[in-house]
């Protein structure tokens, strides 16, 4: 598995706050210059980088010289911080790489771009024509005008989408730890570094612990959903410590470092890949086990006859949570009918849709076409 990360020609490389800022606050000149360096030795290498950057709110704090902590500035506050924030850490990027010759260029997003299939595709055509043009791009979530409802919620996750969306062949992800612990390095001096994670069974549950850092809204959490994210797109990730030096050069040749999550899945086509990226499921279908056979093993579409139970309200065409009877996560997928229908219709025939709705969009309640696993076959 290292061999193929060494052998990768499209990489996420997600920066933390706890990576790029400084111990008293600012940025981390040093840090992010030596990292840059490695970026344009492994971009001259052959490999085509992407920058996921935090650190909006960190460098607006900078800037503008706030002490209040973030956990008591209301959202409007930390979205003009952002505001500020986003034009000195882009700037900084501009002025570390132009050094290098090197050009880069900044997309912001949210949910809503994500979300949507026609953005997302937009988006992905830009970030495709930024690196045809051998240009770095720097990715961030728009902090200044995302609202909690459109919040991709944290960087991790983000650089995860980002990795659906432009193909990439691996997920970096630069903290502050040196990977993923048998136990929370900060309570258990005996705790070991995990050096390798199968999520050919969509992963366990492991001992986390949070960011020592205190500066980003990401901790391991994050990071081990969003491994879990990147193994959905087929995509492997390493979780390694952003502030060692020489750490992406270590990554990118295989040396044995941080903590690699393999991914359980082949990579995803693009449609199953948006479908994966679209917002928190608006309601769940509960299915029984000779369903979840047909859609994990054969990749049968879902039928009504299937179906056991119906949480939640959407409407047609919503993202819908498909579940096992046991509370096992199956896939997620497009609904072709509304909540409400699906009730109605559901145990019965596809023949008998009609005669019952007075209508049909289909026989099937979530087309084969439209949803994307996330069991392993």
């Not at 210059?33 to 704090?61: C, D, H, K, Q, W």
Request: hydrophobic content about 45%; overall charge neutral; proline content about 3%.
């Amino acid at each position: 598995m290292r061999k193929r990360i060494a052998n990768a020609r499209r990489v996420i490389v997600k920066l933390g706050s706890s990576t790029i800022g400084a111990p008293h606050g600012g940025l981390d000149v040093a840090c992010i210059t030596g990292l840059a360096g490695e970026i344009v030795a492994a971009r001259r290498a052959g490999v085509e980088i992407v920058i996921v950057s935090s650190g909006a709110i960190l460098a607006g704090r900078g800037k503008l010289r706030i002490t209040t902590p973030n956990s008591q500035l209301d959202v409007v506050a930390k979205q003009a911080i952002a505001a500020v924030g986003q034009v000195e850490i882009m700037r900084f990027w501009q002025y570390i790489f132009d050094w290098y010759g090197v050009v880069v260029g900044q997309i912001l997003v949210t949910r809503e771009v994500i979300g949507q299939r026609k953005s997302f595709i937009n988006a992905r055509h830009t970030l495709q024509a930024l690196l045809a043009r051998d240009v770095i791009p720097v990715v961030n979530e728009n902090d200044s005008v995302a609202v909690e409802e459109i919040r991709l919620g944290d960087n991790d996750n983000l650089s995860a989408m980002v990795a659906g969306l432009v193909d990439a062949e691996l997920l970096i992800l630069l903290t502050d730890k040196d990977g993923l612990y048998s136990n929370d390095p900060a309570v258990d001096p005996t705790a070991k570094l995990i050096p390798f994670v199968s999520l050919h069974d969509d992963g366990g549950e492991f001992v986390t612990g949070d960011s020592r850092s205190g500066v980003g809204l990401g901790g391991m959490n994050t990071k081990v959903a969003a491994a879990k994210t990147a193994a959905r797109f087929g995509v492997p990730t390493v979780i390694a410590a952003g502030k060692k030096h020489g750490i992406l050069t270590e990554i990118l040749t295989g040396r044995e470092v941080g903590t690699l999550f393999e991914p359980f899945l082949e990579p995803l086509k693009g449609r199953k890949r948006w479908i994966l990226c679209q917002d928190a499921p608006s309601g769940e279908i509960v299915v029984d086990d000779g369903a979840r056979a047909a859609l994990v093993k054969g990749g049968k579409s879902l039928l009504p006859s299937g179906i056991l139970n119906v949480k939640g309200e959407f409407d047609q065409g919503d993202a819908v949570l498909i579940r096992a009877a046991d509370g096992h996560d199956i896939a997620r997928g497009l609904a072709n009918y509304t909540a409400d229908e699906i009730r109605r219709i559901k145990g019965l025939n596809s023949a008998a849709i009609e005669s019952v709705l007075g209508y049909t969009a289909g026989e099937e309640v979530v087309h084969r076409d439209d949803f994307a696993l996330l069991e392993s076959p």
